[in-house]
């Protein structure tokens, strides 16, 4: 029993002995086959170098052969004798000649295509280079034109959709840091995103109702003194510089009321206008309000959605840029909201102390028009501007005009670079481009939207650059690696 429990254990050994001679066998071949596939592939880099090296020497022969034949006679003349000597005919030693197929082009033997004198043989030559560089660049950017033209079309033809949604993603920017605080307080995502909307549905609701009850509890008061301004207006275009005589006026508010009258059924279609522009308006309010809400509760399954209709060599791209340009959106749509603030605070209380009539719906339209960077305010303050003229006075018109200056100076220098330049590196020349163009193109919406935009591509640009950049210096390191 012992002697079979022994010979078991043997045959046990030897197995495993077995097993780990044949892994060593194979660990010992996979070496040897790697040695070898890298002393092939020195090989062929040493032959490829040995023969660039070979047709190197057969140029320089060819060319020194053929500048001896221009100089002194065939390169295959013979010797010159020695001194004293007499030479030999039948001494001649003839210069060693390559094969026939080895010989480059240019040679005698192998004459290069005929061109007329002047001119290169291949018409591709005669175009300077940067005229090919121009022309290449110039035809990528019209195809670049065109395709932003298409795109301008097909948003110009949906710009209703376009611009609810571009005025969602804005809303859900300015409410989504209270969904996620929210959500860090353990309330469900559903909740947070129902309560967050109607908070801030309440909040829209509210402002309105505020300002439409400050109006018409104060458009008579404001009607008697607009009446009297005009009034006043009237008086000072017959006593002052002008000097119009009671005719020349009366012939100019006839005119004006025959100009009305003519035009009545063009006044009716823009009234029919009017109501077709409130019907969109309500349309597009619903729509927006709906997209707000699907965004704050399902804004990561719809980013994930638009990940997978992307290519997929460009989903890792544009996973990393999307958060960063969603970061600058946030940031400037907090940041405009807190520079708005300021300014219609700062305008409305100077309209209250000059006594202005709607000081508060005035703040709030100035609050609205500050949306539009650098020039939103000044264009809703002149509102404040011509309303204080007609009811105080000129005097205290430019009073008004003076804070009103002075806010917005305020605002350039201090305020946009103090709370929006960090978030949003964009150079006020963009800006005003920017909001001109979008002004152009898509009203006050677009005035609004261009500015955003411009900061979003901004960011997403830099991203991409930087991830181009990076991967350029991987694969540097890798074949500056490979080389060693």
Same mark, same amino acid.
């Given at each position: 029993m012992t002697e079979e429990t022994g010979g078991g254990r043997w045959r046990g050994l030897a197995k495993i002995g077995a097993v780990a001679a044949g892994l060593f066998a194979a660990a010992e071949r996979r070496r040897r086959a790697a040695i070898s596939a890298e002393a092939h592939v020195l090989a062929n880099e040493q032959a490829v170098e040995l023969a660039a090296e070979l047709a190197a020497l057969r140029t320089a022969e060819q060319t020194a052969r053929q500048l001896a034949e221009r100089v002194g006679g065939p390169a295959d003349a013979p010797a010159a004798p020695p001194e004293g000597g007499a030479v030999r005919t039948d001494d001649t030693v003839p210069a060693p000649r390559a /094969? &026939?197929?080895?010989?480059?082009?240019?040679?005698? &033997?192998?004459?290069?295509?005929?061109?007329?004198?002047?001119?290169?043989?291949?018409?591709?030559?005669?175009?300077?280079?940067?005229?090919?560089?121009?022309?290449?660049?110039?035809?990528r950017l019209l195809l670049i034109g065109v395709a932003l033209y298409v795109v301008l079309q097909v948003v110009d033809t949906l710009k209703l959709v376009a611009f609810a949604a571009v005025a969602a993603l804005l809303i859900s920017a300015l409410l989504e840091p209270t969904v996620s605080w929210l959500r860090r307080h353990g309330v469900p995502r559903s909740v947070a995103a129902?309560?967050?909307?109607?908070?801030?549905?309440?909040?829209?609701?509210?402002?309105? #109702?505020? !300002?439409? #009850?400050?109006?018409?509890?104060?458009?008579?008061?404001?009607?008697?003194?607009?009446?009297?301004? !005009? *009034?006043?207006?009237?008086? #000072?275009?017959?006593?002052?510089?002008?000097?119009?005589?009671?005719?020349?006026?009366?012939?100019?508010?006839?005119?004006?009321? +025959?100009?009305?009258?003519?035009?009545?059924?063009?006044? +009716?279609?823009? @009234?029919? +206008?009017?109501?077709?522009?409130?019907? &969109?308006?309500?349309?597009?309010?619903?729509?927006?309000?709906?997209?707000?809400?699907?965004?704050?509760?399902?804004?990561?399954?719809? #980013?994930?959605?638009?990940?997978?209709?992307?290519?997929?060599?460009? *989903?890792?791209?544009?996973?990393?840029?999307? /958060?960063?340009?969603?970061?600058?959106? +946030?940031?400037y749509v907090r940041g405009t909201v807190t520079v708005a603030f300021i300014d219609a605070l700062c305008i409305g209380i100077g309209l209250f102390m000059l006594g202005v009539p709607m000081a508060i719906p005035l703040a709030v339209i100035i609050f609205l028009g500050a949306f539009v960077p650098l020039v939103g305010a000044l264009v809703t303050g002149t509102i404040a501007v011509l309303i204080a003229v007609v009811t105080v006075?000129?005097?205290?018109?430019?009073?008004?005009?003076?804070?009103?200056?002075? !806010?917005?100076?305020? &605002? @350039?220098?201090?305020?946009?670079?103090?709370?929006?330049?960090?978030?949003?590196?964009?150079?006020?020349?963009?800006?005003?481009?920017?909001?001109?163009?979008?002004?152009?193109?898509?009203?006050?919406?677009?005035?609004?939207?261009?500015?955003?935009?411009?900061? !979003?591509?901004?960011?997403?640009?830099?991203?991409? *650059?930087?991830?181009n950049a990076a991967g350029q210096e991987v694969f540097q390191a890798i074949e500056a690696a490979r080389k060693q």
């Open positions: /094969p &026939e197929h080895d010989l480059p082009l240019g040679t005698p &033997e192998h004459p290069l295509p005929s061109a007329p004198l002047g001119r290169p043989a291949n018409p591709v030559d005669a175009v300077p280079w940067t005229l090919r560089v121009a022309a290449e660049s110039t035809w129902v309560v967050t909307f109607l908070a801030g549905l309440a909040s829209i609701a509210l402002v309105g #109702w505020f !300002v439409f #009850w400050q109006v018409s509890s104060n458009l008579d008061p404001v009607t008697v003194q607009v009446q009297r301004g !005009v *009034r006043q207006l009237r008086d #000072w275009l017959l006593t002052g510089p002008f000097h119009l005589t009671p005719d020349q006026l009366n012939n100019f508010t006839n005119q004006i009321t +025959t100009a009305i009258g003519k035009n009545s059924e063009e006044l +009716t279609s823009a @009234g029919f +206008t009017g109501v077709t522009i409130a019907v &969109e308006l309500l349309t597009g309010v619903v729509l927006t309000a709906f997209t707000t809400f699907f965004l704050l509760y399902d804004g990561a399954r719809i #980013w994930s959605w638009v990940l997978r209709g992307l290519p997929r060599h460009s *989903r890792y791209a544009m996973a990393g840029a999307g /958060p960063k340009a969603w970061a600058t959106l +946030t940031a006075g000129p005097a205290k018109a430019l009073i008004a005009l003076a804070i009103l200056i002075g !806010v917005q100076q305020l &605002e @350039g220098h201090i305020l946009q670079p103090l709370i929006l330049g960090r978030a949003v590196r964009v150079h006020p020349l963009a800006v005003v481009l920017g909001v001109a163009a979008g002004s152009i193109l898509g009203g006050i919406p677009g005035a609004i939207v261009a500015v955003p935009l411009i900061a !979003v591509t901004n960011t997403v640009t830099g991203h991409l *650059r930087q991830r």
